[in-house]
C-alpha cells in the first residue's frame, strides 16, 4: 500500500523522521511531499526542503521525496495513494487533523487518514520551535538532522534576528547625569 506523508516541514524534525522511520514499517512504500503553503513565509525553499529530507531519508528503501503544490487529496489520487499518514504531538494538533481528515474524506472517500502519535520524546518539538531557538543561536543539533541544523544556522547568520522595537534599550548613565539617590539615602562623602 502507497501512503503519503504530506507537511510543509520547514524544517523537517527528528519528530518528523520519527513519524517517517514508524511509517516505513507500515506501508510498502511512503512519499514524503512537502506541501506549499499559502498562510506560512517559509525558512527554506521547497527544493531545499526536499533535497533535506531525501539526505534525511536516504537509508530507507521505500521512501520518497516530491513536492506539491495544490490539495494532498488530489496528489494522493495521482500517485495511487489510499492512505494519509499524520503525525499527533498533542491535543491541539487532534482537533486539527481530525477536521482536516474529515474535510478529505468528503473530497476523496476512497482515501483514509492514518494517525500516528509521536514519540514522547519528540512531543514538544515543531518546525516553528526550532527555528525560534535557531533565530537567537540556540542549540539545535539534538532536534533536527546534523546537515538541516548547518543550513538552518547558515540561514540565520545571513539574516540575524532583528530586537524587538517594543523593548527600549535601558538608559544608560552619563556623566552630566548625577546619580539618582533614594530619599533615605546621603550622597557619599557627606557627613551628618
Known sequence: ???IYPGSFDPITLGHLDIIERGCRLFDQLIVVVMRNPTKKPLFPVNQRVEQIRHATRHWSNV????????????AKKRGAKMLLRGLRVLSDFEKELQMAHTNKTLANDIETFFLATSSEYSFLSSSLVKEIAKFSGPIDHLVPQAVALDIRQCYAK???IASPLIAPEPQPTLESPPVLWPTEKPSGSVE
Not at 64 to 75: H, I, Q
Open 159 to 161: 539574516t540575524p534576528p
Open 64 to 75: 520518497e521525496v516530491d513536492s506539491f503544490d495544490g490539495l494532498t487529496v488530489t496528489y
Open 1 to 3: 500500500m502507497i501512503a
